[in-house]
């Protein structure tokens, strides 16, 4: 875990690594593996939005899988053609003894959770006022969702993902 210089710890980094942990364990990733989890401000992800999502402004979380949604179990409401696999197979790509596999990266803004969390427009739903450690726990465990291929543009996949993050969330506290 990375927290950027300047950005206060809201919670223990132990409360943040089994909220990524559990998510983990609930997509049912690769075990072991690492994952990146970065804490950092409203300009980084500015800038990393505006960089790999093409939108202007900050927001509170960015993921960056790096194994595609294939790679892990097909979960409740998730499209099938998302579960199709380039080129009619997956390719595994061999690791060193001992290592683990890299899932990918997690940035959450604190500033962005902290504003959120304040000003009412946090969890979920965008409208709920609670404390920024319920917030930032949220943005890490929906973070680490979405590197471990969960998604919630579709309305299906959208109510199993919000119901999972209501089940780790409350797993963690």
Known sequence: MTVRPGVDLPLAKAVLVRCASAALSAAEAPAP????????????LAALNAEHMGQQGPTDVLSFPLPPPSEFPAHEGQAADV???????????????????????????????????TEGRGGQTGDVSWSLADEVRLLVVHGTLHVCGWDHARPEEEVAMRSLERRILKETR
């Open 33 to 44: 593996a690492s994952l990146g989890l970065i804490l950092s401000d409203d300009a980084e």
């Open 83 to 117: 579960r199709a696999e380039v080129g009619g197979a997956s390719v595994a790509f061999p690791l060193p003894p001992g290592s683990r596999p890299h899932l990918g990266d997690v940035v959450v803004s604190v500033e962005r959770a902290r504003a959120q969390a």
